[in-house]
């Protein structure tokens, strides 16, 4: 891992433009910077979020052509996470191979995938679909963004758990 991207999250924290955040959720920040980079991720810098009127902290795969990013969004009301997932094809072989994990895995887990964020209403039939099933409960989304609201560092293990469903620990070479 190249540390100067490990310290880019600790220094972009510093900047006055992060003052509002707490020191909680500060360290769940860096904290989930060292875990994911577990998987080969590192900060890339933050950018506007035009949606919720804040910033998101980018963690990018290093070494990949398209690389998934994971994202803290952080509003006026506080932080939530977003975690990569593959392509629909890739998402919905793994949903069903680790079924049983997301039908018993934690509820603040399961409930961003049983009331995923963005539920499949205007596009019909001209979209790449992700279709799943917990609790026997059919989910169909327009593409897979889950947002984890109120993320601590608690929880981590939780997310990591989550992402090596998806992905392996290896880390990626080169860039």
């Known amino acids: 891992m190249n ?20 020191e ?41 052509k ?4 994971a994202k803290i969004s952080i509003n006026n009301e506080g932080i939530y996470l977003c975690l990569p997932f593959p392509t629909r094809l890739i998402f919905n072989e793994k949903m069903k191979k680790h079924r049983n994990y997301f039908e018993n895995a934690p509820e603040h887990i399961k409930n961003a995938f049983l009331n995923g964020s963005a539920p499949c209403v205007h596009c019909k039939d001209e979209c ?18 889950f947002k984890f609201l109120q993320p601590d560092a608690e929880k981590i293990p939780d ?11 290896k880390k990626a070479t080169g860039n």
């Open 66 to 69: 398209k690389p998934p990013t």
């Open 128 to 145: 790449n679909k992700y279709f799943y099933t917990i609790d026997e409960k059919l989910i169909e989304l327009c593409g897979a963004v």
């Open 3 to 22: 540390e100067n991207k490990m310290l880019l999250a600790e220094e972009l924290l510093s900047e006055k433009r992060f003052d509002k955040i707490t």
């Open 24 to 64: 909680c959720n500060k360290t769940f920040i860096i904290a989930f910077g060292k875990a994911i980079s577990e998987f080969g991720y590192e900060c890339d810098g933050a950018t506007i979020n035009k949606e919720d009127c804040g910033y998101f902290i980018h963690f990018i795969k290093t070494g990949v």
């Open 159 to 169: 997310y990591m758990e989550l992402l090596s469903k998806f992905y392996s620990k």
